[in-house]
């Protein structure tokens, strides 16, 4: 069974979150939503990454200020209640 242009990108929502998350909590308080794009642009297209983003905004996760992107969902964890390994992209 082959993954579609669609299953890729919804398997890529959580690695994006996680990215966000984790930048959350450095001193800059987020990512810079081109600094990311720029991480994943090989992967995604510019209106795959807007369409991911787009959904993490309107489920209230993350939220946008002058291009930062923050992520204000619940505390992300792996299953042993450490922060989940950095994923690649």
């Not at 510019?46 to 959904?55: A, E, F, K, M, T």
């Amino acid at each position: 069974m082959s993954t579609t242009p669609l299953d890729s990108q919804l398997q890529l929502i959580p690695i994006i979150a996680q990215i966000i998350a984790e930048a959350t909590d450095t001193p800059l308080g987020g990512m810079p939503s081109g600094h990311l794009y720029a991480r994943v642009m090989g992967t995604l297209s510019l209106s795959q990454y807007d369409g991911i983003i787009r959904v993490l905004k309107k489920s209230e996760l993350v939220t946008e200020k002058n291009h930062l992107l923050a992520w204000v969902g619940p505390k992300l964890t792996g299953t042993s209640g450490e922060p989940p390994a950095r994923p690649q992209v």
